[in-house]
């Protein structure tokens, strides 16, 4: 494996970026910074891989067989649910911005600045 | 009395369970006082921690999961006495808050405490864990509650504007934290904070630690509002309903520096040591660029709460050129100065709403002379103490944390330090003066083409609840305000913060009582005395601000005298209204373009 996961995390990372930087639609930064999430998962993952290892389950293990890292599957699985979480309040924000304001698009929601 | 420890987080949430099942079937009035008790009885458990944790830190192992070997095999909770001081903080100030917010909502429900005891349970689970995941979920759990707090008037559009503002930046935050922990881990294999510093230590510093440790600085510098990072905390803090908003201000924002800070000392201390020189002036410089334009936007704003806003960047900006210094001093004169400095700003975030709510706007210009009634005489009173005192004013907690602040400077041979910081407060305060004589006072024109926001009403909907808030309301600042001072005239508590930065920074008593269980023994408390250059920069700190205030009122009387018309702002002025453009999509950019900045930099250093 080596550093492939990561690469993938990096662009997944980016991608998520630019998409939030350019976008004209909430909902769009919403799944972009899903697309971001995504990457701290395969990040994760890809710390606690081990090349021809098996899951993770301790009972009748057969002699000699390398578990992956279950730490990190623990952390993949919270940052599941953070993830969750933070969308559907994002969600409903955006759905709340259109519903008072008009637009979903970030570009025209301005009673703040300066 | 480790056993209290897991009660700081666990009261309050289980409370906020309870109170948001059962909330819909008994009276708001019964929820909003029971909520003050939980928070109250909150507040009794972290003094109780605060008083243990004086003789060395308290170490809580959960399911009692010992180390085994030297090895962390379970979760644990680690309060030193400057981390037990900040889980007081925030817990006083969710007792104001929540105080405060009897009577302030029109129809609040029940839901707005159930948040802000959520709230309070992830910040001080925050600033006292001692394992990197479980902070990155404490860090989530108050940055969730946070958002919901903050839109909690969803019928505004600018409300909606600053609460995504805030949700869709702390997020990016918390994906940097999670991908610096994922490196930490894959290099290390271990998750407790004393732990990953044991194995880094054991390994010389490269570019994988480098980057680490950007990433996480990164993610708590995002939630702290450091300059590049801040672009939502203005806006997001200009739609908090007041209470919210005294928990932001208060302690939110400078919760990220405290973190930056326990990370560096108990994971990264020893690995880069011989590169500490360069963090260092990294850290100050992010400090002083956040000091310093924190401070110039506060003085371009006409919103009372924007003015706020920014005086919170930068005053986080001022405790971070503290905590930078990396040396113990410094540790404690930052942690002082939050602690001190956050009851004030909490005062004045309360304050500021009861004025808002009384004057149907919060417009600076718009207000003159509106505040100059019977009925706001307390209020104003209290604003006026509070903005005083967060000048340094002797006598206040914020004086003697700059004394220690200029100590701190001097044993790192950056003398000049507590000048620039000195000066910036004297700005922040000025602008509150300013908007204070403004309101209050009716001083000063009642136009002034420079500041942002020039001719906008209210932004954040407080004027638009129906009755006007009690006047007893104004006893929730006015207490802060009384604990502000408390915090300066007891001269013990110096003496305690500094010795418990001496404990803050010793890492490797740190990490032999988490994974050992050796009880190192107390460091002896020293006598803390006010030096010169603490009664100078405070001297200063004040006429400074006089004049700052005295320039925003009058000032371009003076101009026109001198040029026969007023000038439209110059561009550097309409240069920075423009970068605060509240579009989140710009501000995603800036916070990208801060992070490679900080990436590239802390690699190279580590190198």
């Known amino acids: 494996m080596g550093v492939y996961p990561f690469v993938v995390a990096a662009v997944l990372f980016v991608a998520g970026l630019y998409g939030i930087a350019t976008t004209r639609d909430l909902i769009h930064t919403a799944v972009c910074l899903t697309v971001m999430q995504s990457s701290t ?7 606690g891989y081990v090349r021809g290892g098996t899951a993770p389950i301790h009972q009748d293990l057969p002699h000699g067989a390398r578990p992956v890292d279950p730490v990190v599957q623990a952390l993949t699985l919270t940052d599941v649910v953070v993830s969750v979480v933070v969308l559907a309040l994002i969600l409903a924000l955006v759905i709340q911005a259109h519903r008072r304001g008009g637009t979903a698009d970030p570009d025209r929601l301005r009673e703040l600045r300066g | 009395m480790n056993d209290l420890l897991p009660l700081l987080v666990a009261v309050p949430l289980l409370s906020a369970a309870a109170l948001a099942g059962l909330g819909a079937f008994i009276p708001g009035r019964v929820t909003e006082l029971v909520a003050v008790g939980v928070a109250a009885a909150t507040s009794v458990l972290a003094f109780i921690v605060l008083l243990d944790a004086r003789a060395h830190d308290l170490v809580y192992w959960f ?9 962390a095999l379970g979760i644990a909770f680690t309060v030193n006495e400057l981390d037990a001081g900040i889980a007081c903080l925030v817990c006083v100030l969710a007792v104001a808050a929540l105080t405060f917010s009897i009577r302030y909502f029109d129809d609040a429900g029940h839901l707005f405490q159930v948040l802000v005891l959520v709230f309070l349970a992830g910040m001080t689970g925050f600033s006292i864990t001692g394992d990197l995941f479980n902070l990155f979920v404490f860090f989530e759990l108050m ?4 958002y919901a707090l903050c839109g909690y008037r969803v019928e505004r559009p600018s409300v909606m504007q600053g609460t995504l503002n805030f949700a869709i930046l702390n997020t990016i935050g918390a994906f940097f934290v999670v991908m610096g922990i994922a490196l930490l881990y894959g290099r290390t294999g271990a ?3 004393a732990q990953i510093g044991e194995r880094l230590s054991h ?3 490269d570019a994988t630690t480098g980057i680490a440790f950007a990433l996480l600085c990164v993610g708590f510098l995002v939630k702290a509002g450091a300059i ?5 905390l203005s806006d997001a803090y200009a739609v908090a309903a007041a209470p919210a908003g005294a928990l ?8 990220g520096y405290h973190a930056l800070a326990r990370v560096y000392w108990t994971c990264f201390r020893d690995s880069v040591a011989g590169d500490a020189g360069h963090i260092r002036a990294v850290l100050l410089t992010v400090g002083v660029v956040t000091a310093v334009g924190g401070a110039v936007m506060c003085y371009l704003q006409a919103d009372l709460k924007r003015q706020l806003a920014f005086l919170v960047v930068s005053h986080g900006g001022a405790s971070l050129t503290m905590a930078g210094l990396l040396n113990a001093e410094g540790m404690s004169a930052s942690t002082a100065y939050v602690i001190s400095d956050g009851v004030l700003k909490g005062a004045v975030f309360l304050a500021l709403g009861l004025t808002v709510a009384a004057l149907h706007g919060s417009n600076e210009l718009q207000l003159r002379g509106r505040g100059r009634q019977r009925r706001l005489l307390a209020v104003g009173v209290v604003l006026g103490v509070a903005s005083v005192g967060m000048g340094a004013l002797p006598g206040f907690g914020t004086w003697r944390a700059m004394s220690l602040s200029a100590g701190a400077a001097r044993s790192a041979g950056l003398g000049w330090l507590p000048f620039v910081v000195a000066a910036t407060t004297a700005v922040t305060v000025g602008t509150l003066l300013r908007s204070y004589a403004r309101v209050f006072l009716g001083w000063g024109r009642g136009s002034d083409p420079a500041l942002a926001g020039e001719g906008d009403d209210e932004i954040g909907g407080e004027s638009e609840e129906r009755s006007a808030p009690s006047r007893w309301l104004v006893l929730a600042p006015a207490l802060l305000v009384a604990a502000g001072f408390a915090l300066g005239l007891a001269p013990p508590l110096a003496g305690h913060a500094v010795a418990a930065g001496r404990v803050f920074v010793d890492t490797h008593a740190y990490a032999g009582q988490v994974l050992r269980g050796v009880v190192p023994p107390a460091h002896a408390v020293p006598a803390a005395h006010v030096g010169a250059t603490a009664w100078l920069t405070s001297a200063l700190t004040l006429a400074l601000a006089v004049l700052t205030a005295s320039w925003g009122l009058w000032g371009d009387r003076l101009r026109a005298a001198r040029r026969a018309e007023s000038r439209p702002p110059s561009a550097t002025v309409r240069a920075l209204h423009a970068v605060h453009s509240g579009v989140v999509s710009d501000y995603v950019v800036w916070l990208t373009g801060g992070a490679a900045a900080l990436c590239v930099t802390l690699s190279a250093i580590a190198r």
């Open chain 2, 191 to 193: 998750l407790n904070l």
């Open chain 2, 248 to 255: 932001f201000a208060g302690v939110m924002s400078d919760l």
């Open chain 2, 203 to 205: 390994q010389p510093a």
């Open chain 2, 228 to 232: 590049p990072f801040h672009f939502w």
């Open chain 2, 143 to 146: 940055t969730v509650s946070g």
């Open chain 2, 63 to 71: 399911g009692g999961w010992q180390p085994s070997g030297g090895h």
């Open chain 1, 41 to 47: 998962y395969v990040a994760l993952l890809g710390v």
